[in-house]
């Protein structure tokens, strides 16, 4: 499995081995041991698997506050996405700052998002669909939004038109309206 930081630390791309043969392809889409082998240590417990049917469909800024915060890894189960994660935990040299990575069937990248980000995805194909492992439950009296297209953030989605957006996503907060339930600890 190969492992790439970003400019967010702790926030990482990994992307497994394919075993390709004339059928197609095999691959280990993830192993806790292997992972805690690379010293990432995470507990999912719940997988999620979303499909939008428009290119342009924005999922996102979401989070869920502790202590039901959500480290993730995302993966791009068939189309292609633009997958983002924002830094929001409070004290952060990397606060409101964000990175993006395109992950897609074809490419096998999943981004690695530990608890304190937003994460949104905008999809560029049809019927794309997101397969991501979460390291909390769903616990929507937890859920929280911030705007996709927060001028603060000022992140570029590659937006042609506009957006395919839920009502709730459509009515998010600003983030100089949010006061963010995460502290940053420092970095290891
Ligand atoms: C997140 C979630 C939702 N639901 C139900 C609640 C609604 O009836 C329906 C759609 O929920 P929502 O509109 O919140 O789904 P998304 O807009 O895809 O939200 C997700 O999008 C971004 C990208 C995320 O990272 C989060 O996992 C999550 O916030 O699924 C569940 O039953 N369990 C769940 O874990």
Same mark, same amino acid.
């Given at each position: 499995?190969?492992?790439?930081?970003?400019?967010?630390?702790?926030?990482?791309?990994?992307?497994?081995?394919?075993?390709?043969?004339?059928?197609?392809?095999?691959?280990?889409?993830?192993?806790?041991?292997?992972?805690?082998?690379?010293?990432?240590?995470?507990?999912?417990?719940?997988?999620?698997?979303?499909?939008?049917?428009?290119?342009?469909?924005?999922?996102?800024?979401?989070?869920?506050?502790?202590?039901?915060?959500?480290?993730?890894?995302?993966?791009?189960?068939?189309?292609? &996405?633009? @997958?983002?994660?924002?830094?929001?935990?409070? +004290?952060?040299?990397?606060?409101?700052?964000?990175?993006?990575?395109?992950?897609?069937?074809?490419? +096998?990248?999943? &981004?690695?998002?530990?608890?304190?980000?937003?994460?949104?995805?905008?999809?560029?194909?049809?019927?794309? *669909?997101?397969?991501?492992?979460?390291?909390?439950?769903?616990?929507?009296?937890?859920?929280?939004?911030?705007?996709?297209?927060?001028?603060? &953030?000022?992140? @570029?989605?590659?937006?042609?038109?506009?957006?395919? &957006?839920? *009502?709730?996503?459509?009515?998010?907060?600003?983030?100089?309206?949010?006061?963010?339930?995460?502290?940053? *600890?420092?970095?290891?």
């Amino acid at each position: 499995m190969k492992i790439e930081d970003t400019n967010l630390v702790g926030v990482k791309i990994l992307t497994p081995v394919r075993h390709s043969d004339p059928r197609g392809f095999f691959s280990e889409s993830w192993s806790k041991a292997r992972m805690e082998a690379a010293g990432l240590r995470y507990d999912f417990v719940q997988d999620n698997h979303s499909m939008s049917v428009h290119v342009g469909t924005v999922r996102g800024l979401h989070f869920q506050s502790p202590p039901h915060a959500q480290a993730k890894l995302v993966r791009c189960g068939k189309g292609r &996405l633009f @997958d983002v994660a924002v830094d929001i935990r409070k +004290g952060s040299p990397t606060f409101g700052q964000w990175v993006g990575v395109d992950l897609s069937f074809e490419n +096998g990248k999943q &981004l690695l998002i530990p608890a304190g980000f937003l994460h949104g995805f905008i999809t560029r194909e049809p019927s794309t *669909e997101i397969i991501y492992k979460c390291s909390d439950y769903f616990a929507p009296e937890s859920d929280g939004a911030v705007r996709f297209d927060d001028p603060d &953030l000022s992140i @570029d989605w590659g937006l042609k038109e506009d957006a395919y &957006l839920s *009502e709730k996503d459509a009515r998010a907060a600003f983030l100089k309206d949010f006061n963010s339930p995460f502290i940053w *600890e420092g970095d290891a």
